[in-house]
């Protein structure tokens, strides 16, 4: 009996002219976000070749700048590039992020994107509940329901077959739709067809089927559980609404609210208070000392010489200090400031799992590879190049030491000066380039994607049965007149 209501389902759906017109909108608006979304990651890829090109010919032996390539199947998810940093600072003491614009932009999504999550969220998401929200509601008003079960059907059965039939429909418009952005895509040449993407894509479009099939529950729910059909679609869209856009958006207020943020103003405030106390660590040099040094006797030439070299020694030493002491309370400051950001971040994304569009929005980063996935990744990636790059701009910074611009000043007594260095300049030393050590981009294996988001594919199959649930109880408690 499932198998015929779900045939009988799909047949109605497919020569129904509601959902005929409504596929035709959804697919054209397809096609639009496709051209879009291929055009701007085609970009995307275009300003990473030129940043990349430009981080090369800046590099130096103060710092290293690694920029952050775009995933292959960015196309169909960015996972809100645009709001994460696009590269990262390697020095020889830390990795250090563009702080400000961490500050200022969002640590998750913003609310609308023009690409495939998008599209599945609002457009198919929208198709879905409009083929629900009457299967149940439509026939009470009909008078057909009695009918039906009259036939030894049981209301589960009804409800299984509706959903099944339902999915039927769905499920080749979603292929269809994925398949206008896999050609979209290799128009623009960011799709290669490699067997791992092909997989991804397989992935993808399951992922889509199950975040389809919960909004299909909602519809069927609605439908159950109201004897208008206007009634059950004005729940229907006012429960789509809450899960998708309300939900998320609270969770942002309360995180934001209960895990507090420095902004970067005081980041800055306390940067200054560390740069401070640096220069009060720094060591005292007056030109009497020099003189008392120079006119100590008895003493030969050679004591004297000695005397201002274990001096200039003692100065040196303690502004090394001082800088080594500098630089790791501006690493320690600035560590502090990003994890509050990350510990807003993260509470966010799991909160959101209760929704099911923004829990499949971070499967689908997971598997495209994109977003916050690949910045963690990217990161750590950064973290052992330091090591790397630590070493080999040390020992060049000791061959070159002589070439470096020293900040200070020089007291001179009687003909004999000691220098006052309170910062080694290195950015302007050169070097041959091709000698640093090449830094290898990662990427985010099959294996990768889909443990990090496997949460989310959980989190979207357990909202499935909650909702299959909730709707079987409202058919089996709806009156069948």
Not at 239 to 251: G, H, Q, Y
Request: net charge positive; with cysteine; glycine share 4%.
């Amino acid at each position: 009996m499932i198998r015929l209501i779900a045939i009988r389902t799909l047949l109605h759906n497919i020569y129904d002219h509601r959902f005929t017109l409504t596929l035709a909108i959804v697919l054209g608006l397809v096609t639009a976000t496709a051209f879009l979304s291929a055009r701007q990651t085609s970009e995307r890829q275009r300003s990473y070749d030129r940043l990349r090109s430009v981080a090369w010919r800046v590099a130096n032996l103060e710092s290293v700048k690694l920029v952050r390539r775009p995933a292959p199947l960015s196309f169909l998810y960015d996972g809100g590039e645009d709001e994460l940093p696009r590269y990262l600072i390697v020095t020889t003491d830390f990795v250090d992020y563009p702080i400000e614009e961490v500050s200022v932009r969002a640590v998750a999504e913003p609310f609308v994107r023009m690409d495939w999550a998008f599209v599945v969220v609002y457009f198919y998401g929208l198709l879905a509940l409009l083929l629900t929200f009457d299967f149940i509601s439509g026939q009470k008003e009909g008078r057909t329901l009695s009918m039906v079960l009259a036939h030894s059907i049981s209301r589960g059965e009804l409800l299984l077959g509706g959903y099944v039939g339902m999915m039927l429909t769905l499920v080749p418009a979603l292929l269809i739709g994925i398949l206008i952005y896999l050609v979209i895509a290799r128009l623009h040449g960011i799709w290669a067809g490699s067997p791992d993407q092909w997989m991804r894509v397989l992935l993808i479009l399951m992922l889509s089927a199950i975040f389809i099939s919960s909004t299909a529950f909602l519809g069927l729910l609605a439908s159950a559980a109201f004897e208008k059909s206007a009634a059950s679609l004005m729940a229907a869209f006012l429960l789509w609404v809450l899960m998708t856009v309300v939900v998320p958006a609270a969770n942002r207020l309360i995180v934001e609210r209960l895990v507090p943020a420095p902004s970067f103003k005081e980041l800055q405030t306390r940067i200054g208070s560390a740069r401070a106390e640096y220069r009060s660590n720094l060591a005292t040099v007056w030109s009497m000392d020099v003189a008392r040094i120079i006119r100590d006797l008895p003493q030969t030439p050679e004591q004297r010489e000695r005397k201002l070299a274990e001096y200039q020694f003692e100065i040196l030493e303690k502004n090394r200090r001082a800088i080594a002491r500098y630089k790791s309370d501006l690493r320690r400051l600035r560590t502090e400031h990003l994890s509050h950001y990350e510990r807003r971040a993260t509470w966010i994304r799991r909160l959101d799992l209760v929704s099911p569009s923004a829990a499949y929005r971070q499967g689908l980063e997971a598997l495209v590879g994109a977003g916050r996935t690949q910045l963690a990744a990217f990161a750590k990636a950064a973290e052992r190049y330091m090591r790397e790059y630590t070493r080999f701009g040390l020992q060049k910074q000791r061959e070159l030491e002589d070439q470096a611009d020293w900040r200070g000043f020089i007291i001179e007594e009687s003909g004999y000066r000691v220098r006052q260095v309170t910062w080694l300049d290195y950015s302007r030393v050169e070097f041959d380039r091709r000698a640093l050590p090449q830094f290898a981009d990662p990427s985010i294996t099959l294996r990768e994607g889909i443990a990090a988001g496997l949460a989310s594919f959980l989190a979207l199959i357990f909202l499935n049965l909650l909702l299959f649930l909730a709707a079987r109880q409202a058919v089996l408690r709806c009156r069948a007149i």
